[in-house]
């Protein structure tokens, strides 16, 4: 889809995802990420994963801190991302326990992240990642998504080809209702491998 055409494309849908987000009870939420929760440890991708990278997150996404625990007890290592938000930029830096979550201050977005200065292993620059946890407003069948629109995933599943040898496996979590019969796509999005949801059937 041409870059002007996409681009209407997605401002209506995210405007579409974003009611139908607000429109899910706090129940529903719990249901759905309790359930996914469930479908990630049972998932051989995850398994067989050491290195993780995984969102914390918002209000209006699946609920990632149960699978963040089963991290650390399996003894993989965690990584959670950390933005720049004067610019696309993104780092997976390392979390040393998921009780330090609500220690971390909070972003523009409400959501708990490390503070600048907080030095912390990166993952890039100790050996990549093998699985990526991805939010996102939407996704289709096929693995198209719809971020947020400031491209911080896009760019940084870029760097991470870059620094390793495999690409990381990337695996979105999303409601039901996220869930679109085709997603508006440009050449800089980059599909995600598996889009799990409460119907989906491993691929």
């Known amino acids: 889809m041409a870059a002007a055409a996409a681009s209407g494309a997605k401002r209506s849908l995210r405007a579409e995802l974003k009611q139908r987000l607000r429109a899910i009870s706090a129940e529903e939420r719990l249901r ?14 995850y398994q067989n994963s050491k290195r993780i ?8 996404e699946i609920e990632t801190e ?29 979390l040393a326990s998921p009780e330090e979550i609500s220690l971390f201050p909070k972003t523009s977005w409400n959501i708990h992240q490390p503070g600048e200065g907080d030095v ?45 040898d495999t690409k990381p496996y990337t695996m979105a979590l999303a409601f039901k209702e996220q869930i679109c019969p085709q997603v508006p796509v440009d050449e800089h999005d980059m ?10 059937t491993a691929s």
């Open 66 to 94: 149960e699978i963040i625990r089963d991290i650390f007890q399996k003894g993989k290592t965690c990584f959670v991302p950390r933005y720049q938000f004067h610019s696309n930029h993104m780092d997976m830096v390392k």
């Open 32 to 45: 759905q990420s309790r359930l996914l929760t469930q479908k990630v440890i049972a998932h051989s991708q």
């Open 53 to 60: 990278s995984i969102f914390l997150s918002m209000q209006d």
């Open 120 to 164: 912390r292993e990166d993952a890039l620059s100790t050996g990549g990642l093998d699985l990526i946890f991805m939010p996102g407003l939407g996704f289709d069948q096929q693995g198209n998504r719809l971020g947020r629109g400031k491209g911080y995933y896009d760019t940084y599943l870029k760097r991470c080809l870059q620094f390793q």
């Open 191 to 200: 599909k995600v491998d598996e889009v799990l949801y409460e119907d989906s």
